[in-house]
């Protein structure tokens, strides 16, 4: 008789070593929709070999024994600068969808950033999770009225920001997708979308085509922006230029992404055009970043380097693929846990003495 | 019964896919005439990944929904920057031949840079795809008398420029190729070169010793530009110094080359030549490359850095390989459409826009 | 009847062999224990490539026909710039544990560095190389009289100075003992971690959560220098400033290190640090180094970048596995030939003119 | 029955594929002794990296069908500028030995550095080729007349030039040969070595150890270079400094050498140390460099650098391997014609064209 080793609780486990988990649990065509990005997928690889180029250097003798991952975002407090970015479609990786992701996310005092093309609705994210920060993010519609119909849901259910994604005025080409497409599972729907679809008489399957604008300028910002009641972050900017701009548009935060290397294949890593973002923006608004972070000493490195927090998108996929709403809380634990050591071995108390890190490079 | 996976069709893939469908269709000596390159074929790879090393930044927001991948070149229109290179003997990779290729580049609304060393004349070029653009390159041989008969017959024939090889005094040494010699095939022939040869009496296969001039000067270059009736550009540029006195030399346009890595291994990419080229030519003349461009965001690379138009010459005979004419369309088309989407995520709407992406390296 | 090839003596190995030869002697856990580092385990990596990313340039002519590794220590001689560093539980490696190392070293004319979490006492070690140097590494404990106390054996026994540990305020995470628990074998213990427990009523397993102080600061350090009445080092140094800092606490030496990887993964190679550090003490205390030495050519750019000495860790750890005494003599011999040849062939008869050494890169 | 493909002819082989014939040819030990490096071998791989990592750039246009290799070393014509560095034992890689590789360098036209190792004396090599051009290396010797004998024999037998190795004051330290040892097969001597050895009544195997004078310096250059009826060149140069001194002190060449990586492993590639030499010297005599050279463009790589001419050594040595002196001149002759190929695609005509080429890197 063979004796079965069991397996590491999942709250043990690097962010790597999670995914390795969910992996085989996921349907060919859903790993290669999450996993997979642009092209050749090498921004993805990018993304996460450049927060490793960058070393921070520990200070010693700083009178620090214990470290704070709280902070606060928008005016409210943050006990991790880690959010749960914005990715579709929750529920074709695990049934408990989005509903978990929100309480997993309350749980761990973040913010979950709920997708447009979520299989839920803003409503029942709320509802899953009253207590919980949630954000929309939300692309422009052709139809502005669908897209202020969607902002009043999200006022309506206490969402405290917009989260506009500028990087998309088309689909990147993903030959990983285009290889092995998936059909939604019965009972898997994307509400949101769908509501879009049916008031303009459009299939959800031309979303992107047919309903979202391609060509939006800096007045459609502005515009969104004096419409919203709630704060506006502008999610997908590269170049600093733009990061000043989105500020003077209004923006209430700037989101520094190539959204995970999904879009253009062989555009820069985000660790590369995260401090020249943070130098243009010059505090005015928070600037958040993601792309690649999957270690507590990435989000130091993004803290040193001007951020004001992160997000994670495949990793908080893999966690609920992996246990649903106690492997999203896995995740945002471990990452927790390994930013607290850290910023103990940097000499860092919190979140503020983490900007003043050097990185060696 | 075991079902059969139909194969994409051509317009699925990409250009490095493509190859993959022609290598196992093309005879071994074939082949290694095609893809080698001198040496070790360090420079081959070299032209390939430095296009890689160069990261361009996206802008947001710029209100372009599409991108046009029109210009123009020498005077007249051009659908997409991207000219089919002067690559040899297209009958062996596919008997529709140069023919094939004549008529693709034309349904792309593309020049074909017809080589010398062409299994087609440039009449039948001519006749194949009468409305199509077509250039014909050509190296200046010891008897001038021949030379000019060449350049009257593409006159003759509706071809707008001529493009003179300036990098082959002397063949390269190639390896691959000494190792894997193929004979031409019935039916295949070099009709220029044959000319040629026949005029002066010599053997076909003694071209480059005997026919080509192996000690072209500048004044010989200047004595062409002064005899032709038409545009003369250089091709094989490296230095920006050469390429500066080629305008003064009265060239139509500078190619950057290296020959696709098949004349001196060890020479730089032409990514890291361009930038210089251009900067040297000052906007007199259209500056082209070749070499290692594989896909559309290659393509935007070559723009920023401020050229005109790239040069595609193994992908053009791959195409070809793989299926005749429709193959080098779904080459090209391919290329189009990653070029478009490309542009349109860097938020270009046009060719000219390109010019300002900004590049982090 | 095959004949076996005798194995070479260890004597005739370089340091990656003799490790290679202990590797399969240890039992995995006490392996994963000592091999293993913080994380991903690239600064582990790192740390030795980074000597080798420095090429240390030789000098020709200088009438040096041999060299001497002979220098001096905070006032007494060395035979050898290269130390014991403090590393714990000899025992577990070989039955002759700290005892048989403190011999190798006092046969090599070099310090032995207890460390506090050794397997053996402060009195044991003196007795059992009484004519050998030795210094004691401690953690700074939140009960000042136990540390106290353990620095009045140290005195009491001959050590001559003080290493006080700072980059420890909490362990690295490092998932390879993670995976690979040990547990102590029968009649190995702990001796000072065992008194300071007892001490405190604290189980010794909770030793770095309960007993070390993880909130030491510059006023900490002070006033250790302030009561010892040995030197003091501070070992964990990274930045200049901290160096700088160090020595105007009064600390008689610094020590470049970040724990061999252990601590935080992803931080820099030491002799990346070890430059900065250097120019910062200004001269005015000995700097020294360790982590990743593996070579003679290691500590000549070690030298060449300003330290007066370096210490090796597992190394040492490897000899004792695999020849107790005579496998530490055996390691340090090695090192000792490997850096009087390279001194010979860089032009330097002693360690004074290996600071003149001209590194490229 | 099986049909034997013929090998190609050594003729149409490059350096690397000779060198892949000759291993298998070649006694184990033999291999290690003339394959083998210092240490870890990473100077011996990086002296063959170091040339590729400069690229040199194409002139066009420069009128140069053709390239001579042509030059003037000493005051005498070479038809190459590559000599056959000084190695010892030619004997046991073929039966024809010194005498053999003297023939093939008299057959190019480049000079032949006997090694006072070797396994011939001078007098056996200028009688074997005594229209060659030959060159004597030594050592210097603890018995300055023995020295001097063997000098007085060179000047008898007419060699031009001696090349006094300065990089040797103790023997590096060679993994593989010590892992390899081999014994000298009969007939097979070292006669200068046993000359010396016998002069002063000391065992041939200890001539590093007991003959050569470990200890010279700037002083013992002057005297020799006094003393001696011949030009002296030093071999063994590193550091710009030294070249300048040896310059000083009346050498009449200085020879760029790391022993080709068999005496220091660790220390820079020859190709990174060539250009500040020759900046040192400043054009007073010439400068030459080996190490790692196995290609023509290579031989630009070090002319455009400066480099009067270049040697080469374990590519000699496979040549004789692999076909006695036909193999030797295979190795000389393949060097020229590639060299002579990359001159006239560079657009020099000459060795002093070659200086003006422009490396990008």
Chains 1, 2, 3, 4 share one sequence.
Request: aromatic share 4%; charged share 20%.
């Amino acid at each position: 008789m063979r004796s079965v080793m069991p397996a590491d609780p999942l709250s043990d486990l690097s962010l790597d070593e999670i995914e390795a988990r969910a992996v085989p649990l996921l349907d060919p065509g859903v790993l290669a929709y999450y996993a997979g990005g642009a092209g050749e997928e090498r921004t993805v690889a990018d993304n996460r070999a450049a927060w490793g180029r960058r070393r921070p250097v520990p200070r010693v003798l700083t009178g620090t024994g214990t470290a704070s991952t709280r902070g606060e975002l928008l005016g409210a407090p943050l006990e991790l600068p880690v959010l749960a970015a914005p990715t579709a479609l929750h529920a074709i990786a695990h049934p408990g969808g989005e509903a978990a992701t929100a309480r997993a996310c309350a749980a761990a005092g973040t913010v979950m950033v709920l997708s447009m093309m979520g299989s839920a609705r803003p409503a029942a994210i709320a509802r899953a999770a009253p207590e919980g920060r949630r954000w929309l993010q939300l692309y422009v519609l052709r139809d502005r009225g669908a897209t202020d119909a969607l902002v009043d849901e999200a006022v309506a259910h206490g969402f405290e920001a917009l989260v506009v994604t500028v990087d998309t005025p088309i689909m990147g080409m993903r030959p990983r997708e285009e290889r092995s497409p998936f059909a939604l599972p019965p009972g898997v729907e994307q509400p949101v979308v769908g509501d879009a679809a049916a008031r303009t008489g459009v299939a959800p399957e031309r979303f992107f085509a047919d309903l979202v604008d391609p060509a939006l300028g800096w007045d459609d910002l502005e515009a969104l922006v004096a419409r919203a009641p709630l704060p506006v972050l502008v999610k997908g900017i590269h170049h600093p230029d733009d990061a000043r701009r989105a500020v003077d548009a209004g923006a209430a935060g700037v989101i520094v992404s190539n959204h995970g290397g999904r879009q253009l294949d062989g555009v820069p890593a985000t660790a590369d055009l995260l401090g020249p973002a943070v130098a243009a923006v010059g505090g005015r608004v928070p600037v958040l970043v993601d792309g690649g972070i999957r270690r507590g000493i990435d989000v130091c490195v993004a803290l040193a380097l001007g951020a004001d927090a992160v997000l994670v998108g495949r990793p908080v996929l893999y966690g609920l693929a992996a246990g649903g709403q106690a492997g999203v809380e896995a995740v945002l634990d471990r990452l927790r846990r390994e930013l607290a050591g850290a910023l103990v071995l940097l000499g860092c108390g919190d979140l503020a003495a983490a900007r003043g890190i050097t990185l060696w490079s």
